[in-house]
Nanobody, 125 residues
């Protein structure tokens, strides 16, 4: 079966760091764009970051630019989100998603095919 599983969430103090992982199974991640999304209680889902097939193209939401870094290791069928300088506003369930797309472009990570179930990140003192 096709599956994406996020891991690495937890409780962290403001200013701290976490790295989230997204492991794919049942399909080859190399042929998919990978996006990270998040949703806080009572708020709409927000696109956080996106990365192209081989990592050559990345984008970030303004709210996380300079603090978060997206990456991928296709040999491990895994993508990552390194989160630094975390703030309480970053508290949310973080979701990994995969989009089958031929090439990178402005529309990448806008029509995801597969979604993980999420991992909770809580930033609090």
């Amino acid at each position: 079966q096709v599956q994406l599983v996020e891991s690495g969430g937890g409780l962290v103090q403001p200013g701290g760091s976490l790295t989230l992982s997204c492991e794919a199974s049942g399909f080859t991640l190399e042929y998919y764009m990978i996006g990270w999304f998040r949703q806080a209680p009572g708020k709409e889902r927000e696109a956080v970051s996106c990365i192209s097939h081989s990592g050559g193209t990345t984008n970030y939401a303004d709210s996380v630019k300079g603090r978060f870094t997206i990456s991928r290791d296709n040999a491990k069928n895994t993508a990552y989100l390194q989160m630094n300088s975390l703030q309480p506003e970053d508290t949310a369930v973080y979701y990994c998603a995969a989009e089958h797309r031929l090439r990178a472009g402005v529309q990448m990570c806008t029509a995801m095919d597969y979604w993980g179930k999420g991992t909770l990140v809580t930033v609090s003192s």
